[in-house]
Structure formats: C-alpha cells, structure tokens
C-alpha cells in the first residue's frame, strides 16, 4: 500500500520508474475499494492487498538488491528514513482525522481511539485484543500496513546483512523457502476448502515478490536486460494471470446471492448448491492470492508492446496507483461517515448499505479518491523525496557482483 512513492527522476544510482507498476497499484487499491464498496461479500477482491504485498517485496528487494551491486552495501539509516517519510505523514494526518471524526461522534469511541494509538506504532493487531467484536472496528485495514513495515523491518537488515558477506544464494534460498512454505500451506487450504484461506496474514506472499526480483536481478546479469526471459516464464507467467483472472470471476459469481440457485443447476444431484458455492468462493481466494505475483513478473517478462503491459500503463490505472496508499486509508472512513445506517453482518462481518448501490461505490471509487489526492498533493509531497517506484534493467547491468 505504501509504495507509490513520488515521482522519481533518473540518475546513474536511481533506476527510472516503471509505469507498469503503477498500474498494478491501481488495479490493486481498485480491488480493496470494490471489496468494501460491495460490503467484503466477495472475498477474493482481498486479492487486491496480496498485490500491494507482492509489488511491495519485489520492489524493496529489487532497490536492495541494485544499491548493493553498485555501492557494496545497504544504507539502512536512509532506507528507514524514506519509508517513515512515506508513511508517517499520511498516517498520521489520517489517524488524526479519525480521532477527530470520532470525538465528533462520528465514528465510534474508545474504540477509534485505541485503533488510531496501535496504528500509529505499527502494532494494529494488538487492537484486535483490546477489541474483541470485530464488527465495532473501524480502521482494521491497517493490518495490512503492519505485515508490510514488519516485512520491511526484518526482511532489509537481514537481506543486506547476506550481500554484505556476498551470500546472496543464501539470501535466495531463504525467500525460495518462505515463499514455498507459504504456498503449499496456502495450497493445502484452498484445495481443502477451508475458511482459513480467508486469513488476512500473509507474508509470504511478499516473499514471492522477493523471488522474483531475484529471479529478474539474475537474468540481467546473465543477458544485459537486452533478451525477453525464455519462454518458461513466459508460459508460467500466462498461466498465474489467467489462474488470477479466472479466480476473481469464479469468486464473484460463487458469492452472489443467486449462486446457491445457479449451483444446484450446473450440479443438479450432486450436493447443496449453498455449500458449492462457498467452497468455490474460499477456492477462489486461495488460488488468486497464489497468482497474484504473476502480475509482477509480467512486468519483465513480457516484450513490451504486449496487451499485459499497455493495460497497466493506461493513464487512469496509473493515476490511481499514484495517490493508492492515500486511497487505501481514506475509503474505509469514508464509507462509515457516509454511510452510518450501513448494517454489518455479526456472523459473516458483511456489510449491507441502505439506499442506491451506486453510492458506496462512488464514495469508494470516486469521491476518496479525490480526498487522496488532495492529501498526495498538498500534504505527502512536502514530505517526500525522490524515491525508486520501479527497477529497469540499466539499474542492474551496472553492477559489480554476480549473483552467487
């Protein structure tokens, strides 16, 4: 969530952005926006934060990978100070207004208190101790933020530790290992249908971005950047964005409030249609987390006239991957001010909003938008300096060392 960084201007040390990524940050904040717009009914839109966390270890492991090839080391101190400067002032400007929303009455207290103290130390989760009922939170998408800085906080000092003694196999083969551990995991509960695919803990998945970056950092060296990846990746990549494409369209109809009636028709005798379908719908959301890196790896892997890349290069994606982390905060609260007749399902934590359904989307899509971008442009920017929102190949070739 955090990633989309201000512009960044080239120089011999700093690779130009990517404008690709941005698109998947659009797509990403899009999806997150939709889930809760249409009241977190369709779970497999959570899909949206594993490419945030994909994106987010891919890009970080990427910067890590070029400063030490170039410069030998990792410069903690400013790799920390860039993420505080492009975290805190956001954040904080939110939480501020969340406290204040709540004092007004309009959201709910103590809790939005407790919730705005654990955010802004980046332990969220220990709000969830404090307040048991999920339903009466009001900032619980900060968690995502929280599995992100502790990624960050413990994945950069041991990763550059690893180059520094030039064992950056070694540093491969842990991410290889998370990573693996976390998909056949992942697997194991998708396959089994179990409400525990739903989770919302997921490191590993920014660990598959790490694998990639390693995977693209080694080809650079091996080829200059100047040939495509061998037609492997390609077909594997094809594959990952069809299983995440598929996933999401399965996922949306298998949790629609008709689908119970559609399943006993398509599988008349074979069991509940209800049952099916929730099966399907957890189905879904295990196999989309699992595809989501894919979306990455298209980014290199594909020539780049190819539809992939020109879809997310599209100017409106790019845009809202631009202001997404202020999109990402702002939404929630805007649809709980907005809507407080809005009626939360205990058993399922779903949300149901009264009146016409275009409004949550638009208040969602449309109008946090437009607050996000206020905030990008007259309060984050202040604060931001140039930073790295996308790895090319020339950041690479440059560098001293061979992966080994």
Not at 188 to 202: H, I, Q, Y
Request: net charge positive.
């Amino acid at each position: 969530m955090t990633s989309a960084e201000a512009p960044a201007t080239r120089t011999p040390n700093r690779p130009r952005r990517d404008p690709a990524l941005d698109g998947i940050r659009g797509i990403a904040v899009l999806l997150v926006c939709l889930d809760h717009a249409l009241g977190l009914r369709y779970s497999v839109l959570t899909v949206g934060l594993d490419l945030f966390f994909a994106l987010s270890g891919y890009l970080i492991t990427s910067l890590a990978l070029a400063e030490s090839s170039q410069t030998g080391t990792i410069r903690m101190k400013a790799f920390f100070e860039r993420r505080v400067r492009r975290i805190f002032p956001a954040l904080l400007l939110f939480l501020l207004a969340s406290v204040l929303l709540g004092a007004a009455g309009r959201l709910p207290t103590p809790t939005v208190y407790i919730e705005a103290f654990f955010g802004a130390v980046l332990l969220y989760p220990l709000a969830f101790v404090l307040v048991p009922e999920v339903i009466e939170l009001r900032l619980s998408h900060l968690h995502s933020l929280f599995q992100e800085e502790w990624f960050y906080i413990f994945w950069v000092p041991a990763l550059g530790s690893m180059l520094a003694k030039g064992r950056m196999r070694r540093a491969f083969r842990v991410a290889c290992a998370i990573a693996a551990l976390g998909a056949l995991s992942r697997l194991a509960l998708t396959l089994a249908g179990s409400p525990a695919v739903e989770g919302v803990l997921r490191p590993d998945i920014m660990f598959f971005g790490s694998v990639i970056a390693f995977a693209r950092y080694g080809w650079v060296q091996r080829t200059g950047g100047d040939q495509r990846p061998g037609r492997a990746w390609v077909w594997l990549t094809s594959a990952g964005l069809v299983l995440l494409v598929g996933s999401i369209v399965v996922g949306v109809i298998a949790r629609h409030p008709n689908s119970a009636q559609w399943m006993d028709s398509l599988f008349a005798g074979r069991g509940d249609g209800a049952a099916i379908a929730e099966r399907l719908a957890l189905m879904s959301v295990g196999f989309s987390r699992l595809a989501a890196p894919a979306a990455v790896a298209a980014t290199f892997v594909y020539r780049s006239d190819a539809v992939v890349l020109r879809v997310l290069r599209n100017p409106v994606l790019r845009w809202y991957g631009l202001v997404s982390y202020g999109l990402y905060l702002w939404h929630p609260i805007v649809l709980f001010v907005l809507h407080p007749d809005m009626v939360i399902d205990a058993k399922h934590v779903w949300i149901t909003f009264p009146g016409p359904s275009w409004r949550p989307l638009f208040d969602s899509i449309v109008l946090s938008a437009a607050l996000a971008w206020v905030s990008f442009r007259f309060f984050e920017q202040r604060f931001l300096k140039r930073s790295n929102l996308g790895i090319t190949a020339d950041a690479i070739r440059t560098s001293k060392t061979n992966p080994g």
